[in-house]
C-alpha cells in the first residue's frame, strides 16, 4: 500500500490533504471537525483584525455544468471575509494540537498596518500555528487584490518580513499571463522568509447566470464572485506548476478543483506539496478525506509509485 506521509518545512505530515480557507474552518466546531478528520493539515478561515459579518445571502452557490454524465462540481462565492476576528482563530490556535496536524492561521487584514498588527500578535503568542497571508480576497466591495499590485505586495512582503521574522506563506490569486508568473516569482523570491505559496484563491469575479430565471446565482456585488471547483483545475495547475519552476526554494501548496484522487495527484505531480479541498469539501463534509486518500493511494498502486516523492514535481512536457 502506498505510503502517504509527506513532509512539510520539515514538519512531518500524515498526509497531503487539507482544506481549502473558507470551507469548514470559520467556527471553533467545524475547526474541531476537521482536526479530527483524515486531514493531514488544517487552515483556518481568513481572518481580518475585527469580526465581520461579510456580504448579503444568498452569497454561495454551488452549480454543475456539462450534464449528467459530467457531473462537474462548481462554485462561485461572494462572502465578503465573513469571520469571528482574528483573536478568536488565536484562541483556536492556542488550544490546537499541532502534533496531530499542522494548523495554518490565515490571515486577511483589510489594510497593511491590520495585517502587521495581526502578524505581531501571532509572533509575541508564540504557537507553532503557521502564518499565511492571503493576498487574493477577491470579494470586498471596493478593495483590489494585493496580488494583482505588484508594488502593494512587494511593500507587504518587505513589512511582514521584518515584522514576523519567521517563515510565513502567501494565498496567491491566479495569474493567467506568463510575464505575471515571472514577476510575481521575481517578488516572491526577493523575501527568503516566504517559504512557502498557496496557489490558487478562486478566479475572481466570474458571474454565474441561471438560464430559467436570468438571475444572477448570488446577491453581492451584481451577481459577481469568485469562482472554484472544476472550471479552475486547470488554471491551477498551472499556477502551482509554474511557481513550482520558479520558486525553487519555496514549497507549493495546490488549491483548485479538487475532488477524487486523481486532481490531488495531478497537483502533486505539478509540484504541490499539500493539496487543498474547497467546493468538495463544502458538497461533502470532512469524510471526503478518507475517500480522496484511498483513491490517491489507489493511482499510486497501480503506477507503482511507493512514496509521494516517487512523483512529486515530476511532471512530464512533450520535447
Ligand atoms: O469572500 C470571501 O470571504 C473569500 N472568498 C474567496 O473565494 N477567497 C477569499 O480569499 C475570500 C476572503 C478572503
Not at 67 to 79: D, R
Not at 96 to 106: G, Q
Not at 107 to 136: F, Q, R
Request: with cysteine; charged share 20%.
Amino acid at each position: 500500500m502506498a505510503d502517504l506521509t509527506t513532509q512539510f518545512l520539515e514538519l512531518p505530515v500524515k498526509n497531503p490533504l487539507m482544506n481549502a480557507s473558507g470551507v469548514w474552518c470559520s467556527v471553533a466546531s467545524q475547526l474541531e471537525a476537521l482536526a479530527e478528520s483524515a486531514a493531514g493539515a488544517m487552515v483556518s478561515k481568513s481572518c481580518t483584525l475585527h469580526p465581520r459579518d461579510g456580504n448579503p445571502e444568498p452569497r454561495y452557490r454551488v452549480f454543475g455544468h456539462g450534464g449528467p454524465k459530467e457531473n462537474k462540481v462548481c462554485s462561485i462565492n461572494s462572502m465578503g471575509l465573513p469571520n469571528e476576528g482574528f483573536a478568536y482563530y488565536l484562541r483556536y490556535a492556542q488550544r490546537h494540537d499541532h502534533e496531530n496536524k499542522p494548523l495554518f492561521v490565515s490571515i486577511s487584514g483589510l489594510t497593511l498596518d491590520d495585517n502587521l498588527t495581526m502578524v505581531d500578535s501571532l509572533k509575541d503568542a508564540v504557537t507553532p500555528a503557521i502564518l499565511e497571508v492571503n493576498l487574493s480576497c477577491p470579494n470586498v466591495p471596493g478593495k483590489s487584490q494585493i496580488g494583482y499590485d505588484f508594488d502593494a505586495m512587494d511593500t507587504l512582503l518587505a513589512e511582514v518580513s521584518s515584522g514576523y521574522q519567521r517563515p510565513f506563506g502567501v494565498k496567491l490569486p491566479p495569474y493567467f499571463d506568463m510575464a505575471h508568473f515571472d514577476e510575481a516569482a521575481e517578488i516572491l523570491n526577493r523575501y527568503p522568509l516566504v517559504a512557502f505559496v498557496t496557489c490558487i484563491n478562486s478566479i475572481g469575479n466570474a458571474l454565474v447566470i441561471d438560464l430559467e430565471s436570468e438571475t444572477t446565482l448570488i446577491k453581492p456585488k451584481d451577481g459577481f464572485g469568485g469562482l472554484g471547483g472544476d472550471y479552475v483545475l486547470p488554471t491551477a495547475l498551472a499556477n502551482v506548476n509554474a511557481f513550482y519552476r520558479r520558486c525553487s526554494e519555496k514549497t507549493i501548496i495546490g488549491c483548485g478543483g479538487v475532488k477524487s484522487g486523481t486532481e490531488a495527484f495531478l497537483h502533486l505531480l505539478a509540484g504541490a506539496t499539500l493539496v487543498q479541498i474547497g467546493t468538495s469539501l463544502y458538497e461533502e463534509g470532512p469524510g471526503i478525506f478518507p475517500r480522496v486518500l484511498d483513491e490517491l493511494a489507489a493511482i499510486m498502486d497501480d503506477k507503482g509509485y511507493k512514496t509521494i516523492a516517487d512523483f512529486r514535481g515530476k511532471l512530464k512536457t512533450i520535447a
